[in-house]
C-alpha cells in the first residue's frame, strides 16, 4: 500500500474538522455550494500553467501576481469549483487530485473553504 505524504494528511484531517463546522452551519450532502481551493506557487510562471489546467477543468480561477523581495514573484491562486452538492468523501477527493496536480506544476494547495449560505 502506498504511503500517504503526511502534507495530504493534514489537509484530510483539517478538512474534516472544516464538514464537521459546515454541517454545525446546516451544510449537508444535499446543500449545493461553491467551493474554493487555494493554491501558492512559489515561481508565478507555475501559477499560470496551473491555472490554464483548473481553468480547462471547468473552475474560475483568479490568479495574484505577488512580489516577494525585489526580484521574486509568486503567485496566489484562488479556484472556485462550480456550484454543487458535497460531501466529505467528495471534498477528500478533490483534494487528493489537487494536491497531487499542484505538486506536478511546482505549486502547493494551501487548502479549501467556502462561503456558507443564510
Not at 505524504?5 to 464538514?19: C, F, I, K, S
Not at 456550484?83 to 471534498?91: A, D, G, N, R, V
Not at 478533490?94 to 456558507?116: E, H, P, R
Amino acid at each position: 500500500m502506498d504511503q500517504i505524504h503526511p502534507d495530504l494528511m493534514g489537509h484530510y484531517t483539517r478538512n474534516e474538522a472544516m464538514w464537521k463546522l459546515w454541517q454545525q452551519h446546516g451544510i449537508n450532502e444535499q446543500t449545493p455550494i461553491n467551493v474554493d481551493f487555494q493554491f501558492v506557487c512559489p515561481k508565478y510562471d507555475n501559477g499560470i500553467e496551473l491555472k490554464k489546467i483548473l481553468e480547462k477543468e471547468g473552475l474560475n480561477v483568479n490568479l495574484r501576481k505577488i512580489r516577494k523581495f525585489i526580484f521574486f514573484i509568486k503567485g496566489d491562486i484562488e479556484a472556485t469549483m462550480p456550484t454543487q452538492t458535497w460531501s466529505l468523501q467528495k471534498i477528500q477527493e478533490y483534494t487528493t487530485k489537487y494536491f497531487n496536480l499542484s505538486i506536478q506544476v511546482g505549486c502547493d494547495l494551501d487548502g479549501l473553504g467556502a462561503f456558507m449560505p443564510k
